[in-house]
């Protein structure tokens, strides 16, 4: 059987977790600004996008949106520190 890169790409439960939300905002520009108006210009389509998820779901872990939507600036830096506290406070 011939190999797919598929195989190697975790899934949406294995993806969706705030530990490799802050690994990916680490590599990030932090003043870099991001949209919240479009799926695939938003923090997640972003994010997944990165991970080989063409289609960002709709459905997503609430901790997620807290991080990207919930406060100002929409910044990956901002997103980052946003994320790091809510780690911090047990969110997974």
């Not at 195989?7 to 705030?18: A, G, S």
């Not at 520009?29 to 990165?50: K, M, N, V, W």
């Not at 406060?71 to 790091?84: E, H, N, Q, S, V």
């Amino acid at each position: 059987m011939l190999y797919d890169l598929k195989w190697e790409r975790p899934t949406l439960d294995d993806l969706l977790t705030v530990e490799r939300l802050i690994v990916w905002l680490e590599t990030q520009d932090p003043e870099t600004r991001y949209s919240i108006g479009s799926a695939h210009t938003c923090l997640i389509g972003q994010f997944c996008a990165a991970h080989g998820v063409a289609d960002p779901p709709y459905i997503v872990p609430p901790v997620f949106g807290m991080i990207a939507m919930f406060d100002i600036p929409w910044t990956f830096g901002a997103a980052l520190d946003r994320a790091k506290a809510l780690r911090d406070a047990g969110c997974r």
